[in-house]
Structure formats: structure tokens, C-alpha cells
């Protein structure tokens, strides 16, 4: 749920205008960071997110995309190099501290 957290809490509010008519929280959370609606979230469209949700609190340091990278890493189960609805989910219904053990 952490690595959940890591990736979604800073940037819901930023991407909130993009979001579509969702069926649950998590398919609103994935609508709003998949961007252009490839059913995938990569590494541009959430360092774009992070800098808006940054850019909103006037914080102009550039994002660390290690950061990003690492983020993608522990959730991209299938190494595609980016997060689908599918990782997203188990990583939602994960035990707290699984993501930890990957």
C-alpha cells in the first residue's frame, strides 16, 4: 500500500481535470495519472504529474527521475517499464509491507 501511496497520493490532485467517469477509486486514481489512455501509466506521464502536483505548491526543483524510475520498478510486475491497471491493482490488494519484500 506504501509504494500505492508513493505514487498516487502527490499526484491526484494535480491530474484531477483528466480524470473520466470511473468505476472505483483505484480506476479513477489510473484515469487520471494515464494520460493519454494507453491503459498504461510510463515514466513521462508521472514525472509530468509530479512536477504539476510540485508546480502547485510553487516547489520549482526538478523531479528525480531515479526516484520515478525506482517507483516503476517496484510495481511493474511484467517489465514493460511502465505501471498497467493490473499492477496497480495488486498492489492495492497487497498486505501492508509486501511491496516492501519485491
Not at 486514481?29 to 510540485?54: P, R
Request: no cysteine; proline share 4%.
Amino acid at each position: 500500500m506504501k509504494i500505492l501511496y508513493l505514487i498516487a497520493a502527490p499526484l491526484a490532485l494535480a491530474t484531477a481535470a483528466h480524470a473520466a467517469e470511473p468505476t472505483s477509486n483505484g480506476d479513477a486514481l489510473f484515469a487520471k495519472l494515464d494520460a493519454n489512455g494507453d491503459g498504461k501509466i510510463d515514466k513521462a506521464e508521472l514525472t509530468k504529474a509530479h512536477e504539476a502536483k510540485a508546480a502547485e505548491k510553487g516547489d520549482k526543483t526538478p523531479v528525480d527521475t531515479a526516484k520515478i524510475d525506482e517507483m516503476i520498478k517496484r510495481v511493474d510486475t511484467n517489465g514493460d517499464g511502465a505501471v498497467d491497471k493490473a499492477e496497480m491493482s495488486a498492489i492495492r490488494k497487497a498486505p501492508a509491507g509486501a511491496e516492501e519484500k519485491r
